[in-house]
C-alpha cells in the first residue's frame, strides 16, 4: 500500500491559524491537483482534529468518491458531520477507550466503526485493516498530529506539499507535523525531493520518504 500525505502549508510552515480556522493557502490550480489525487486513491484520511475543525467532506469533484477514513481514538466525530453523509464510505477507527455511545451514535449515522488499538488508535494496525481492504493507495489530509503519528511509524511513502506565498505566525498555529516531535537527528524521517513544481502563486514540491 502507498501512502500519500499531501497537504498545503504557509510558507512558515502553518496548516492555519492559531485559532485553527480553514485558511486558503493554495488556488484553483492546486484545488484541481487535489481532487486529481483524491480520485486516484482508493481512500482519503484524517484525524478527528481536522473533522472537529473544518468539518470536511473528503469526497471529490471529478471522480468516483473514495473510501473516507478518521483516525478517532475517542469517538469524537459528530454524527452530522460531513464526512458521515452519503456521498461515499466511511471508516471511524476508535481505540478500546472510546465511549461504547459514542461508538453507537456513528454507527447509527452510518459509519463503520473499527477498533484499532487499546489507548490511541493503533496507527500500524488500522492501515493494515485498510489494505486488507483493497486499498492500494491511502492519501492523508491532515492534521498534524495524525500526519506526525504516520511519519513516526515509518508508514509514509510519500509527501506532497504544496506552500503558500503567505505567513501565518503564531506558536501554537499547527503545523505540518505536530505531536511530540523529533528529537534525535537519527530518528528523523528521511526525504528525498522529487521535483518541485510552480503551481499558482507557490510551489509543489513532491518528496520520497524513507
Known amino acids: 500500500m502507498h501512502v500519500v500525505v499531501n497537504a498545503a502549508t504557509s510558507a512558515?510552515?502553518?496548516?492555519?491559524?492559531?485559532?485553527?480556522?480553514?485558511?486558503?493557502?493554495s488556488g484553483p490550480e492546486d484545488f484541481a491537483?487535489?481532487?486529481?489525487?483524491?480520485?486516484e486513491?482508493?481512500?482519503?484520511?484524517?484525524?478527528?482534529?481536522?473533522?472537529l475543525a473544518d468539518d470536511p467532506s473528503l469526497t471529490a469533484d471529478g471522480?468516483?468518491?473514495?473510501?473516507r477514513v478518521v483516525a478517532d481514538s475517542r469517538a469524537r466525530t459528530p454524527p452530522d458531520a460531513a464526512v458521515l453523509d452519503d456521498r461515499a464510505p466511511t471508516v471511524v477507527f476508535v481505540a478500546e477507550r472510546a465511549p461504547d455511545e459514542r461508538a453507537a451514535a456513528l454507527e447509527s449515522a452510518g459509519a463503520d466503526v473499527?477498533?484499532?488499538?487499546?489507548?490511541?488508535?493503533?496507527?500500524?494496525?488500522?492501515?493494515?485493516?485498510?489494505?486488507?481492504r483493497g486499498a492500494e493507495q491511502v492519501m492523508v489530509e491532515g492534521g498534524g498530529e495524525l500526519i506526525f503519528s504516520l511519519f513516526e511509524a515509518?508508514?509514509?511513502?510519500?509527501?506532497?506539499?504544496f506552500?503558500?506565498?503567505?505567513?501565518?505566525?503564531?506558536?501554537?498555529?499547527?503545523?505540518?507535523?505536530?505531536?511530540d516531535g523529533f528529537v534525535e537527528r537519527e530518528s528523523f524521517?528521511?526525504?528525498?525531493?522529487?521535483?518541485?513544481?510552480?503551481?499558482?502563486?507557490?510551489?509543489?514540491?513532491?518528496?520520497?520518504?524513507?
Not at 491537483?33 to 480520485?39: A, G, I, K, M, T
Not at 524521517?189 to 524513507?210: C, F
Request: proline share 3%.
Open 12 to 25: 512558515d510552515g502553518k496548516l492555519s491559524t492559531r485559532r485553527r480556522e480553514q485558511v486558503a493557502i
Open 33 to 39: 491537483r487535489v481532487d486529481d489525487l483524491r480520485v
Open 41 to 51: 486513491s482508493d481512500a482519503i484520511a484524517v484525524g478527528v482534529g481536522t473533522v
Open 63 to 67: 471522480g468516483e468518491n473514495p473510501l
Open 114 to 132: 473499527v477498533v484499532a488499538g487499546d489507548e490511541r488508535v493503533a496507527l500500524e494496525e488500522a492501515f493494515a485493516a485498510l489494505e486488507a
Open 154 to 161: 515509518g508508514l509514509v511513502d510519500e509527501l506532497r506539499l
Open 163 to 179: 506552500v503558500g506565498s503567505v505567513v501565518v505566525g503564531g506558536r501554537d498555529a499547527p503545523t505540518l507535523a505536530d505531536g
Open 189 to 210: 524521517p528521511d526525504l528525498s525531493l522529487e521535483s518541485v513544481e510552480r503551481l499558482d502563486d507557490g510551489a509543489l514540491l513532491r518528496y520520497a520518504v524513507g
